[in-house]
Nanobody
Framework: QVQLVESGGGMVQAGGSLRLSCAAS????????MAWFRQAPGKEREFVAT????????YYQDSVKGRFTIARDDAKNTVYLQMNSLKTEGTAVYYC?????????????????WGQGTQVTVSP
């Protein structure tokens, strides 16, 4: 089992950057595929990015490709989401999540563990 705690959210102007962090408890962090989802008010939770065990491969939602970067540091039990060129539609609660699934999965129900979320607000 793993517990996840996100940090790094806040308010930023459009075009700005933020880096989210997700600290995981437990000694098996490296065995999980990690991902970030987000949920805007009144909308369903949507996939943003995922990274494989060992960080060898990443996969992104089309709308964030080239602007967001997911990375992990297994020595620190931490996964990151660097967000550049933020847009107002990026305003949402961002969630860190983990799964034992080896394959790329982009549906929330396939993920087993979730953090409490961190708010990101992008102003015009």
């Amino acid at each position: 089992q793993v517990q996840l705690v996100e940090s790094g959210g806040g308010m930023v102007q459009a075009g700005g950057s933020l880096r989210l962090s997700c600290a995981a408890s437990g000694r098996t962090f490296s065995s999980y595929r990690m991902a970030w989802f987000r949920q805007a008010p009144g909308k369903e939770r949507e996939f943003v990015a995922t990274i494989s065990r060992g960080g060898l491969s990443t996969y992104y939602q089309d709308s964030v490709k080239g602007r967001f970067t997911i990375a992990r540091d297994d020595a620190k039990n931490t996964v990151y989401l660097q967000m550049n060129s933020l847009k107002t539609e990026g305003t949402a609660v961002y969630y860190c999540t983990a799964t034992n699934n080896v394959m790329v999965v982009t549906t929330a129900r396939r993920y087993d563990y979730w953090g409490q979320g961190t708010q990101v607000t992008v102003s015009p």
